[in-house]
Nanobody, 120 residues
């Protein structure tokens, strides 16, 4: 399995931007995705990127952008126009497939998560 380490979380004011990074221990051609989990809530799919395209959850479409730098083995999530309801622990993940699946149970490698807090 590939090891994943997220970074870039922190405290940001509502309306502001933040960029998360996810460093992989090796290059992977498999799909990579971002999820988040707020206290007391289920883990939520945000975005996924594969060789053929990207997929976004409706809740973040138009505000968040997923990208990947294969030379650096790093996945990114650019978050703009942040809202207090975006406050959560953000996770990156990857799984043994090549399409943009939103089901967290199909991803088998996860990072430890990075906290994002959006103040109003």
């Amino acid at each position: 399995q590939v090891q994943l380490v997220e970074s870039g979380g922190g405290l940001v004011q509502a309306g502001g931007p933040l960029r998360l990074s996810c460093a992989a221990s090796r290059r992977t051609e498999h799909t990579m995705g971002w999820f988040r989990q707020a206290p007391g809530e289920r883990r939520e799919f945000l975005a996924a990127i594969s060789w053929r395209g990207m997929r976004y959850a409706d809740s973040v479409k138009g505000r968040f952008t997923i990208s990947k730098d294969n030379n650096k083995n790093t996945l990114y999530l650019q978050m703009n126009s942040l809202k207090p309801e975006d406050t959560a622990v953000y996770y990156c993940a990857t799984g043994p497939f090549w399409d943009e699946r939103p089901d967290e149970t199909e991803y088998d490698s996860w990072g430890q998560g990075t906290q994002v807090t959006v103040s109003s």
